[in-house]
């Protein structure tokens, strides 16, 4: 997907949480904020990722919406905000317990230090390509949209 | 070494990310030989924190202030995987030296 900056990468992906009915309209507006104080972006070996996400009282339905970006667009650094991660892959995180962020966060971390698979993510040739991928790597059950 | 050493963990909300750094850094300790006390909190806590836990080693996934008087770690190679050989060895070193 095309888009110009990280708020509206995040805001882009917010529209299909909201969509789905997995977060509430407030979600869009409380990523970005969070993303400003807490920046998400992970400069992994391969492909840049941002995780954004935000309170749980947001969300309706825990699901991920991936986005895989036209462009690098500069997302902060998590931890060092005053760096920038040129990030391709973003997964927006809709969260309704923070149990299952955890859960969620490791089998990530897991997933985008396994070589080849960020690669792979933003090479596919369809979303359903990339959401196989997701399911393959994650033990959780939940919605995947792209 | 002797006894055990306080490691401080902190991130945004103290669950997520600091969760699993801290799972990184009690294995990494393990490997290494090292007893430690691991406590995570928000990074709005650190200073409070340090009065009242007393931490040898910090490490943080989001900013925190660098003069706390002890060694503070950046966390976020434990998440991207980036680095993390570098940062595992720089922590236990400093584990050793505390």
Do not use: Y
Request: net charge negative; charged share 15%; glycine share 6%.
């Amino acid at each position: 997907m095309p888009a110009e900056s990280a708020a509206e990468a995040i805001a882009q992906l917010g529209a299909r949480l909201q969509a789905g009915g997995f977060v509430k309209p407030s979600w869009v507006q409380a990523a970005i904020e969070r993303e400003k104080i807490f920046a998400t972006g992970l400069p992994t070996a391969e492909v840049g990722v941002a995780i954004p996400h935000t309170d749980v009282e947001h969300v309706l339905q825990q699901a991920i919406a991936v986005g895989v970006l036209t462009e690098p667009i500069l997302f902060g650094e998590m931890g060092n905000p005053e760096n920038t991660v040129p990030v391709r892959l973003v997964c927006a995180l809709a969260v309704a317990q923070s149990q299952f962020l955890l859960k969620l966060l490791q089998q990530l971390v897991q997933m985008f230090q396994t070589p080849g698979v960020l690669s792979q993510i933003v090479s596919a040739a369809s979303p359903a390509q990339i959401a196989r991928i997701f399911e393959d790597h994650l033990e959780l059950t939940e919605d995947i949209t792209t | 070494m002797n006894g055990e050493k306080r490691v401080l963990i902190a991130c945004g909300t103290s669950i997520a990310t600091a969760t699993v750094v801290a799972e990184k850094v009690k294995e990494i300790a393990k490997e290494a030989g090292v007893k430690v006390n691991v406590v995570q909190c928000k990074a709005a806590e650190v200073r409070s924190k340090i009065s009242t836990f007393n931490p040898h080693v910090i490490v943080a996934t989001t900013p925190v202030p660098k003069d706390l008087g002890m060694p503070v770690f950046n966390g976020v190679p434990f998440l991207s995987g980036v680095g993390m050989d570098k940062l595992k060895s720089q922590i236990i070193e400093a584990l050793h030296q505390a």
